[in-house]
């Protein structure tokens, strides 16, 4: 323990002063988790600073000190009400200061005494107390002798049980006569709670207290007694278990010496050859026969048992060495790609150029493809075309919404249930250790407190570790580089940046009104005729209905939305058919309405004539591109702004942007500046329930701005994307194919876009080319010379009044 000075180590001498007077004031000590009985020794380590203030003051008097516990022991700094009001007055025989501030003190039990008041509560609790006196019985009568010789067996029988009885334990028993003073040092011996054991200090009566005490023992050796009987079957159980070992043993012997094998030995046997035919790893064949080994020992209906064939039977099912054999043939994979995806011919060229790398150079590492786009474009059915042109085994999983990384690397082998992570499953599922491993939605990985999934997967798809890949379970390396790994996600933002630097992102935008009309007739359709059990020849579908049907009922940039609408025509039609009509059945543009109920979508809503402060934007979104209305105002104000329709922090800076421009350059736009002085100006972008935020809608604004403040409108069959900035230069955007699309969606004829952003028109299909004008800009005045008509809008003509005299007159 150390070196410790003198005035450190208080010792006091244990002789009881049967003549000391006990004062009725005292400091008070609360204690957590003990009840002290009186006569009991008991050692305290004290570190709360009012325990210890009291400790200080009590040896610095008299020694005595109150003792009470407190009814909650979780509580650091018990209120009186939370301390129990009868407690035990206690001498301090003993006291050590510890360099850690905290003092350990031997405390000895001398009377039971009863708090009255509370006399100072601040450093420490100082309490006038009231001794209980018991009532004293100069004879003991039959039923107490009784009582102490049945609770003097009880507790030698329990000592008994637990192998703690002595001879002087036992004469301690027999030598107190007195019922209280065996009552009190029974029950601070034995294991009780804290508020039965307060229960037994408040009782006054020795008799009644001995009465207690006496049935807490006969459960307490009921108790001990079942106890000693579990622990006896367990080790007979044990030694049943070493017998029957034995047991097996001898027949297993004598098995053998008769030629024959039993079940145990052939399982065995059928575990060597099915790890002789994995043609594992070095590695993994040493762990394999190192627990083959531990298995052939253990009892054959143990827990562990279990465990060791489970993760055998993995090792050996896994696809150490199988592989499927590349079969590439380059234009029958076009043709394989063509049949199943039409259009995309950016996206087909750049897999036909990777598997004609794979081709000549079957070693090289290749990178991982990412498709990225809106929902229902084909990313899924293009990781299983891959597989087909390749003629290997295809395998997918999803990753949205895995936040723990034991989904990914597996679990230890020591929790219960534990099972390999999704990519080794994926590859026992296969049977092939390289097949076409699709990860589907690699963009709504989460984390928490159980890992990052994310961090587990980079060991996984770089070529340049995966060769050595760790799977918890397994504790082993597997080989993935042999995997073509592709993922799909339908935004790139929300990808990890260490995993997106790993990957080649392949942008699928979506499809035309042509593309989709092709799909719809040479794929779409076919397929739901023969789901819904109609004949091909039984229903026809009118080019006219096929478009209506993409333009009004669906607006999207996949195929899902359309696929299910067609999916709708044909049940109703499926429906007619099993009642008796007889076909065949003609879909027109006529009888849309009959199936399907009135349009859910009209793209020229908004679009009937142009309009003061209402401008066309457009809008990138998880679903492809989209237009996005912007509307201004001027309304009787203070000159403030207002800002509506849930916009992110880059659109209110766009917006802030767009009015700074205009009040730069109010002499251009022949309005008085005073107009800042007295209007609001009020911007929204509708449908304010979803929240907008991106640095396309800055020219957007501004037009709508200077459209509401020069009272010219905007034609509305112009749509523009870009940002603003101080001095009406027009910044690149991104996304402008999905806004292209999107534009065409929604009828516009003409869409304004960034001059830099001109190279990226060789992306916008040529029969996009061909339906929508595109005219690059640099500044602000280029927009506005475009989007602005050159006179405002007519406005009915009143009828000719009668002239009224001055002052009546109304506008």
Not at 439 to 463: N, T, V
Not at 565 to 593: D, H, M, N, W, Y
């Amino acid at each position: 323990m150390g070196e410790t000075d003198k005035d450190d180590l208080i010792s006091i001498i244990e002789e009881d002063d049967p003549e000391a007077i006990i004062p009725t004031i005292l400091p008070m000590m609360p204690v957590r988790d003990v009840v002290i009985f009186t006569d009991m020794l008991l050692p305290l380590f004290v570190g709360r600073e009012k325990s210890v203030n009291a400790i200080e003051e009590s040896i610095s008097k008299d020694r005595y000190l109150f003792v009470a516990t407190q009814i909650d022991p979780g509580i650091e700094n018990p209120k009186p009400e939370e301390i129990y009001q009868i407690g035990t007055v206690s001498r301090i025989l003993r006291m050590l200061k510890l360099p850690d501030g905290r003092v350990k003190a031997l405390v000895q039990g001398i009377a039971k005494a009863r708090i009255a008041k509370y006399v100072r509560k601040r450093s420490l609790y100082r309490v006038k107390i009231e001794i209980i006196e018991e009532p004293e019985s100069s004879t003991v009568d039959l039923e107490a002798e009784a009582l102490m010789r049945n609770v003097r067996e009880y507790s030698e029988r329990i000592l008994t049980l637990r192998g703690e009885y002595t001879n002087e334990v036992g004469s301690i028993l027999t030598s107190i006569e007195d019922p209280g003073r065996l009552a009190d040092l029974v029950a601070s011996n034995l294991r009780l709670k804290i508020d039965e054991a307060q229960a037994i200090i408040e009782i006054i009566d020795p008799f009644e207290r001995l009465k207690k005490v006496n049935n807490l023992l006969s459960h307490e050796v009921e108790l001990s007694a079942m106890q000693a009987k579990i622990q006896s079957e367990v080790k007979d159980e044990i030694s049943k278990s070493q017998k029957d070992y034995f047991l097996r043993e001898q027949v297993r012997a004598i098995h053998k010496e008769l030629g024959e094998l039993d079940e145990r030995t052939q399982e065995i046997d059928e575990y060597k050859t099915k790890i002789k035919r994995a043609k594992m790893s070095q590695d993994a064949k040493a762990e394999a026969d190192k627990q083959l080994r531990r298995l052939e020992q253990m009892h054959p209906d143990s827990a562990e048992s279990s465990v060791v064939r489970t993760y055998l039977d993995w090792m050996v099912e896994l696809p150490w060495s199988k592989s499927t054999t590349d079969v590439i043939d380059i234009k029958k994979a076009k043709s394989v790609l063509d049949k199943d995806h039409y259009g995309l011919e950016r996206i087909k060229d750049r897999i036909l150029e990777y598997l004609s790398v794979r081709k000549l150079n079957p070693q090289s590492k290749g990178p991982i493809l990412c498709f990225v786009g809106p929902p229902g474009v084909g990313k899924t059915s293009l990781g299983r075309a891959i597989a087909n042109a390749m003629k290997r085994k295809f395998v997918r999983i999803s990753l949205g919404g895995i936040r723990d990384e034991a989904e990914i690397r597996g679990h230890r082998r020591t929790y219960i249930g534990a099972l390999p992570g999704r990519i080794i499953q994926g590859l026992k599922q296969a049977g092939s250790n390289n097949p076409v491993f699709m990860m589907d939605e690699i963009d709504k990985l989460g984390a928490d407190f159980r890992g990052d999934p994310s961090s587990a997967l980079l060991e996984a798809l770089d070529p340049e570790q995966n060769f050595e890949f760790s799977d918890h379970y397994l504790n082993l390396s597997f080989d993935l580089s042999k995997v073509m790994f592709i993922l799909t996600a339908n935004i790139s933002d929300t990808i990890p940046s260490a995993l997106l630097d790993r990957m080649e992102v392949i942008n699928l935008s979506g499809y035309t009104e042509d593309e989709k009309k092709t799909i719809a007739k040479t794929h779409l359709i076919p397929r739901q005729v023969k789901e819904n059990g109609i004949k091909p020849r039984q229903i026809r579908f009118s080019d006219g209905a096929i478009v209506q049907v993409i333009n009004e009922y669906t607006s999207e940039a996949g195929l899902r939305n359309l696929e299910r609408e067609l999916g709708t025509l044909c049940r109703k039609l499926a429906r007619r058919i099993a009642e008796g009509a007889k076909g065949p059945f003609q879909v027109t543009r006529q009888s849309l309405e009959k199936y399907l109920g009135p349009p859910k979508y009209y793209p020229e809503m908004d679009k009937e004539h142009s309009q003061v402060g209402l401008s066309t934007g457009l809008a990138w979104t998880q679903v492809g591109g989209e237009v996005l209305y912007v509307e201004a105002s001027m309304i009787n104000g203070k000159g403030e702004m207002i800002l509506t329709g849930q916009l992110g922090e880059v659109m209110q800076e766009s917006a802030r942007a767009a009015l700074s421009y205009a009040r730069a350059n109010i002499d251009l736009f022949k309005v008085k500046d005073e107009i800042f002085d007295n209007r609001d100006i009020h911007i929204h972008v509708p449908a304010g329930a979803i929240p907008k935020d991106g640095p396309s809608a800055g020219i957007a604004m501004a037009t709508a701005l200077i459209s509401a403040l020069t009272e010219r409108p905007v034609n509305k069959d112009v749509a523009m994307t870009g940002e603003i900035t101080l001095r009406g230069r027009v910044l690149p955007i991104g996304g402008l194919k999905e806004k292209a699309l999107g534009a065409l969606r929604a009828g516009i004829n003409t869409v304004i876009i960034p001059e830099k952003n001109k190279r990226d028109l060789v992306e916008i299909p040529k029969n996009v080319k061909r339906k929508l004008t595109f005219v690059p800009v640099r500044n602000m005045d280029e927009v506005l010379a475009i989007a602005l008509e050159s006179a405002p809008p007519k406005k009915a003509k009143a009828p000719k009044a009668k002239k009224k005299p001055a002052g009546k007159a109304r506008s």
